[in-house]
């Protein structure tokens, strides 16, 4: 099996900055897009950000010149660094893999998430 564990959620003033961190472990032979993604009570599911592989990134409009993704692929890791924090950035943030597993086969796989709360 596969998990992914979020971390570096918390409380942040607006205007703050914070970084989350997602880490995938398990029967992993390949990873490849990963993101986040956030959700508010009574909202549906939102993309945040997405990276591939190789490196090619997607931002939503609400967050693309505020937020950065990136990877570590040696650590089976993604990172969003999340800067100039608004209250509207107030979610909970889910972390996706789609993964190639070690017995070849293929799963889109979610972390538990992490609270991010921007408030004075």
């Known amino acids: 099996q596969v998990q992914l564990v979020e971390s570096g959620g918390g409380l942040v003033q607006p205007g703050g900055s914070l970084r989350l961190s997602c880490a995938a472990s398990g029967s992993i032979f390949n990873i490849y897009a990963m993101g986040w993604y956030r959700q508010v009570p009574g909202k549906q599911r939102e993309l945040v950000a997405v990276?591939?592989?190789?490196?090619?990134?997607n931002y939503a409009d609400s967050v693309s010149r505020r937020f950065t993704i990136s990877r570590d692929n040696a650590k089976n890791t993604v990172y969003l660094q999340m800067n100039s924090v608004k209250p509207e950035d107030t979610a909970i943030y889910y972390c996706?893999?789609?993964?190639?597993?070690?017995?070849?086969?293929?799963?889109?796989?979610w972390g538990r998430g992490t609270q991010v709360t921007v408030s004075s």
């Open positions: 990276i591939t592989s190789g490196g090619s990134t």
């Open positions: 996706k893999a789609d993964v190639l597993r070690v017995d070849l086969n293929r799963y889109e796989y």
